[in-house]
């Protein structure tokens, strides 16, 4: 009886836990097997509508050989990285500060400064792109990184402070009204106290904010036309798709390896991102 009892559910979990998980992971996966499949494939390959899509009979790397050594791929990645990073800790400074202040320190129309807060991340980049480049070129930041890590907290700012305000308001009172008894003043409570706690929740506002910065692409296109200066996004449409040619191999390649920085981070940082997100994002 017993074994037929687990039978069933043995049979119940394939069906309802285990099909559904393997098929989401498939659907999730498929684009990096796309993109990998596509990069080792020579152009032959590539145009062959005879050739099933899904095999690749003469892998090459020769796609990411065009991209080391015909284009500037390495420093694309470098400037996406110095402006992903350094926007990505700016909006951090800026968004922990002012989330911790909505949540904590009550004062008329907190509430309505947290919404509005929201609504400001709601606007779109379209609307806003030319009076920033006119702002950028008053202070002489046009064409270099410097000016995406100037705008891009525009919109990353509100993004976190909102992520954080919400966690903010999970961290009990009583933990910084101890600490400020005991001699602590409220920024040392605040840097002490509440942001050990907050990591979760900064490593989440941090991961989306990279995220953000690292594929953003209005910005990107709209402030900066030295080679030299551009990143990742706008580098690849300007060099790699040429009028109505898609040089298709190393367009995957360079998504592939685009990629790979993005895993990474939410790899290693998975548990914290989870906890932050449900811990605090969704509760102010």
Known sequence: MDEVKRNKTLVKNIFLLYFPLLFLGIFFL???FWMAITSIKPDRELYNLAQSPFVVKAPTLEHFTYLFTKMPFLTWMRNSFIVAGCSTLVSLAIGSLAGYSVARLRFPGASAIGMGIFITY???????????????????????????????????????????????ATIPKEIE?????????????????????????I???GVFAFTLSWTEFVYALSFIQLESQKVLT???????VKGDVFLWGSLMATALMASIPLAVIYGVL??????GLTAGAVKY
Not at 135 to 155: E, H, I, K, W
Not at 234 to 240: E, K, M, S, T
Not at 270 to 275: K, T
């Open 30 to 32: 498929f684009p990096f």
């Open 203 to 205: 490593i989440a506002a």
């Open 177 to 201: 009204e101890c600490a400020i008894i005991d001699g602590c003043s409220r920024m040392g409570a605040f840097v002490k106290i509440v942001l050990p706690l907050a990591t979760p929740g």
């Open 122 to 168: 709601l606007v779109p980049r379209t609307l806003l792109f030319l009076p920033l480049a006119h702002v950028l070129r008053s202070l002489g930041l046009a064409n270099s990184v410097v000016s995406l890590v100037v705008t891009y907290p525009t919109f990353l700012v509100p993004f976190c402070t909102w992520i954080l305000m919400g966690y903010f």
């Open 270 to 275: 998975q548990r914290h991102f989870i906890s």
């Open 234 to 240: 706008v580098g690849v449409v300007g060099q790699l």
